[in-house]
C-alpha cells in the first residue's frame, strides 16, 4: 500500500468514528477561540518593546503561536493517543502484520486529527479578525515551507512518542508534557527574548522557535525580522534527523513487543 492510501484509509477511519462525536468539533473551536478571547484584553496591558505599535500587536502574536501550536499538537500528542487506542481495542496487533512501513502507520495515526485542527484553526482565525487580527504583506513561499516542514518534525516527535506507547503501554503523558514546555520555551505567548540567557540557550534547540519566528515576520507587520535562511536551514536539519530516527524506532518497538507479544496487552 502506498503512503497515501494509508493516509486516506486510517483518515476515513477516524473521520466515521469523529462524526458520532460532533459536539467534540464545536467545543474544541470554542475553547481555542476562547482562550484567545481573552489575550485581545491582555493584549491591552502589553505596549512595550516590540509589542508598542499598537493594542493589538501583543494579541496578533498570541493568534499566531497559539494556533500554530494547535495544529501541531494533534501530529504529535494525537499519534501516541492513536496508539494506545489501536493498543486497547486490539488492533495494534493486526497493524502490526500488515506490509506497511511502521513509519506509514505513524503518521497516518495523525492524520485525521491533523486535518480537523487546521480547519478549526482556519475558523478561528476567522473569528479572530472582529477582535483585531490581521496580516499585512504575507510572505506566502515562507509560510507554504515552514508549516508543512514543522509538522513533519512533529509528526516525528509524534512517531517517538507512539514508540514509547507500543514498548511501554505508556507514553502520551511523557509527549503531552514534553510538548507543553517547548510551547512554552519555544515562544508561543512571549519572546524568547524575556528569558534569562541560560533558558534562551535552551529555546533556540526547539525547532519551534525558528518555525515561529519565520512565521510572524512572514505575516505580522510590527514583528522583528527574521533570517529565513537560518530558521530554513535549522527546520531542515531537525527533518533530516528526527524522520530517519522516528520510523527506526518505531519499526524496533513493534519488533521488541511482537518478540514479548505485548502488542495486545495494555
Known amino acids: 500500500m502506498t503512503f497515501l492510501r494509508i493516509l486516506g484509509a486510517t483518515a476515513q477511519k477516524d473521520f466515521r468514528t469523529a462524526i458520532s462525536y460532533r459536539v467534540g468539533f464545536v467545543t474544541s473551536i470554542i475553547a481555542t477561540f476562547w482562550g484567545l ?3 485581545r484584553f ?3 496591558l502589553v505596549n512595550s518593546g516590540q509589542f508598542s505599535s499598537s493594542s493589538t500587536s501583543y494579541f496578533k502574536y498570541t493568534v499566531v503561536g497559539l494556533l500554530f501550536a494547535s495544529i501541531l499538537e494533534p501530529t504529535a500528542v494525537g499519534t501516541s493517543v ?3 487506542n489501536d493498543q486497547v481495542q486490539g488492533t495494534l496487533e493486526y497493524l502490526s502484520t500488515q506490509p506497511v512501513r511502521r513509519a506509514y502507520i505513524g503518521f497516518s495515526w495523525s ?3 491533523l ?7 482556519a ?3 476567522l473569528l479572530t479578525i472582529p477582535l483585531g487580527f490581521s496580516v499585512s504583506d504575507v510572505n506566502v513561499p515562507v509560510v507554504l515551507v515552514v508549516i508543512p516542514l514543522t509538522i513533519l518534525i512533529f509528526g516525528a516527535v509524534g512517531n517517538m512518542g507512539a514508540s514509547l506507547v507500543i514498548l511501554l503501554q505508556q507514553g502520551v503523558p511523557l509527549v503531552a508534557g514534553l510538548l507543553s514546555i517547548i510551547g512554552i520555551i519555544s515562544g508561543t505567548l512571549f519572546p524568547v527574548t524575556v528569558f534569562p540567557p541560560w533558558l534562551q540557550f535552551f529555546a533556540h534547540l526547539s525547532p519551534l522557535t ?3 519566528d519565520a512565521l510572524r515576520s512572514a505575516t505580522l507587520a510590527d514583528q522583528p525580522p527574521t533570517n529565513y535562511a537560518l530558521d530554513f536551514v535549522v527546520l531542515v536539519g531537525f527533518a533530516v534527523v528526527l524522520l530517519p530516527l522516528s520510523g527506526h524506532l518505531l519499526e524496533r518497538s513493534f519488533r521488541i513487543a511482537q518478540r ?5 496487552t495494555f
Open 37 to 39: 478571547f481573552a489575550f
Open 42 to 44: 491582555v493584549s491591552k
Open 82 to 84: 492513536s496508539a494506545r
Open 111 to 113: 492524520a485525521f486529527n
Open 115 to 121: 486535518l480537523q485542527s487546521l480547519l478549526v484553526a
Open 123 to 125: 475558523i478561528v482565525v
Open 210 to 212: 525558528y518555525a515561529l
Open 260 to 264: 514479548r507479544g505485548s502488542l495486545s
